[in-house]
């Protein structure tokens, strides 16, 4: 219910762009068709009013609460609406208690929205399993975050998760038009939106429709009126009230393009690799990490095929320490690249893999009596070592322990500078040739 500071002296709404164009039926919602399509058991479900408790999980401005404000009115139950952000468990029974009272006193459901439910803990979330199976409450819990991931058991078994989508661009242009002529829109302004403009619009909001009408009523509240009494939006308007794409990351998302930007290292892809690099950056995400896994994947994956790109990888992160962002963006770049240029081997790793498992399983460790440190041993063990260089500099001699004395924990490959590297001890080769 309006009061008296909820409409202006125009009697329009000061509610923003996005909230005034929220749909409030089934059939003016747009998108997610995939589960809401006609037919569709969820679709169903909901005109049928036979909905149960649910989690929705997608990225931002995809429909989600707006689905689940469209539940309550058309199931015609009360809506509550929770952030796990900002609230606790006392909330969380003050609703139920509301919930339990309003069913015993009038028949009438209870939706529970719960915004953010992967910031509830176990506990939290524990809270909320009585009065799901009890019925006192339909749950809808509302994540950016993989549920799989970030719920508990518990709470999944006794939901159904349904994936959210990304808006297309003809959802989101749907939505566009209609907030341009709708009368709680932009209708009476009399937009003029530029083709060019409303393209921009449409690829920088990215599936996000929040974004896109909060983007586009700025525009229209900055932009002047032209001779014809039409708001003219051009492209430029846009891009100043935008500034740039939006680049949304959550934890799933992050862990995601990191591993796609060591894999785009490991397979040699430099156009991969500088994008994900710089995507990583754009995103927030600290741009130390991003210098640490080349650092990590210069021996991992490139190896002693050229040692060069640890030394690259290495500067790199000290050029970041040392003049910063945004100039260190080429440094990582540059690292970046010769990491995917490089010949690769992954030697280095499968040695100490190799070793580590050995120091976990074989409990023989005893050091060759010669090799001992000569302050302390006896004189006539340490005296049986051969140095090197009385023999042009190698001996053979035994180094690992008498259990280990067989293993050959470096294998080297064919590529770049190993192929001429030479193992010496190997009685096979004088150099490697596998």
Sequence with gaps: MDNLFSMNTSGKSYAPLAERMRP???????????????GMPLERAIRADRVTSMIFWGPPGCGKTTLANIISKTCGG????LNAVSCGVADVKEVIKQAKDRMNMYGKRTYLLLDECHRFNKAQLDSL??????????????TTENPNVALTRAILSRCIVYEFKKLTKEDLNQALNRALTAEKGLKNYNVLLEDDAREHLLNASDGDVRTMLNTLELAVMTSPYDDEGRTVVDKTTILN??????????????????????KSLRGSDPDAGVYYCLRLIESGCDPMIIARRLIAHASEDVGMADSNAMVVAV???????NIGLPEAKLSLCHATIYI???????????AMEAVQSDLKDNKDDAIPVYLKDKTYAPKEETSQYKYAHLYGGYVDQQYLPD???????????????????IIPKDPKRSKYNP
Excluded at 129 to 142: K, N, P, R
């Design 78 to 81: 009360e809506f509550a609406k």
């Design 340 to 350: 995917c240029l490089a010949p690769k081997s992954n030697a280095v790793i499968r």
């Design 315 to 321: 500067s790199a992160m000290e050029a970041l320490k």
């Design 403 to 421: 259990s280990l004395k067989d293993r050959k924990y470096v294998v080297l490959s064919n590529n770049g500078k190993e192929k001429d590297l």
């Design 24 to 38: 409030e039926t089934l059939d003016e919602f747009y998108g997610q068709q995939h589960i809401l399509s006609k």
């Design 241 to 262: 009230c935008l500034q740039k794409k939006s680049l949304a990351l959550d934890e799933n998302l992050f862990y995601d393009l990191l591993s796609a930007f060591c």
């Design 129 to 142: 399993l009585a009065s799901i199976e009890d019925g006192s409450i339909v749950f809808i819990g509302s």
